[in-house]
């Protein structure tokens, strides 16, 4: 399977504090995404970190890039209780095909 | 404004039957996708058409078969609907998959098809 994986597959935490996910991929890459999930919801795109970028933030977000290890990092600081979702990472092909870990459910309690 | 919408957002029928679903977006992007999303919540990509040309055809059942009509729809019409089948179904789209950019996509609310 192409499919990488995500890591932890849940992770339930207090308000406030930060939340963690890490992501490894298989093959190589145009870019790496991070997308969020909500129950019964569609997917939304949250942040993009192209193969030439070792760090990206967007507000409480920060992506982390390791290619050598086909690895990826998505912290979440000072989390809310609106932050429960699922968090997927999903490699870019060059095809524009996204190819999408299982996924880490993440419970913030408030 | 919804961005990309599809319908029905619940669609139950019986084995054997033939159903579609429908997909637009108003975003003025050149490619579209179908994603599958079982039960476990794996997505996996199962078409892609770039201005109305399919590009992207993973291995799936030639029961399944996309149509575009113009780059601003893709729907997806399923024959012979099967148990297997049941999942939730997104629609995305992207920007221009031959930009080095490679945006984002924008993904669909999707359709939950349960087949009993």
């Keep these: ?110 | 404004d919804t961005a990309v919408s599809q319908t029905p957002k619940y669609l139950v029928t019986q084995m054997g039957n033939d159903k579609s679903i429908k997909c637009e977006q108003n975003l003025g992007h050149d490619t579209m996708y179908w994603y599958k999303q079982d039960s476990k919540k794996f997505l996996k990509i199962m078409f892609s058409y770039n201005n109305k040309e399919l590009i992207i055809n993973e291995t799936v059942p030639n029961r399944f078969s996309p149509k575009s009509p113009d780059k601003a729809h893709l729907n997806l019409h399923i024959n012979s609907l099967e148990l297997g089948d049941s999942a939730v179904y997104f629609c995305a789209s992207s920007q221009d998959r031959t930009s080095k950019l490679n945006t984002e996509a924008f993904f669909g609310q999707g359709t939950r098809l349960t087949v009993v």
Excluded at chain 1, 67 to 73: D, L, N
Aim: proline fraction near 2%; aromatic fraction near 6%.
């Design chain 1, 1 to 110: 399977s192409q499919q990488g994986e995500e890591d932890p597959q849940a992770l339930s935490i207090q308000e406030g504090e930060n939340a963690t996910m890490n992501c490894s991929y298989k093959t190589s890459i145009n870019n790496l995404q991070w997308y969020r999930q909500n129950s019964g919801r569609g997917l939304v795109h949250l942040i993009l970190i192209r193969s030439n970028e070792r760090e990206k933030h967007s507000g409480r977000l920060r992506v982390t890039l390791d290619t050598s290890k086909k690895s990826s990092s998505l912290l979440i600081t000072a989390s809310r209780a609106a932050d429960t979702a699922s968090y997927f990472c999903a490699e870019c092909k060059v095809t524009g095909k996204l190819i999408f870990g299982q996924g880490t459910t993440l419970q913030v309690k408030p």
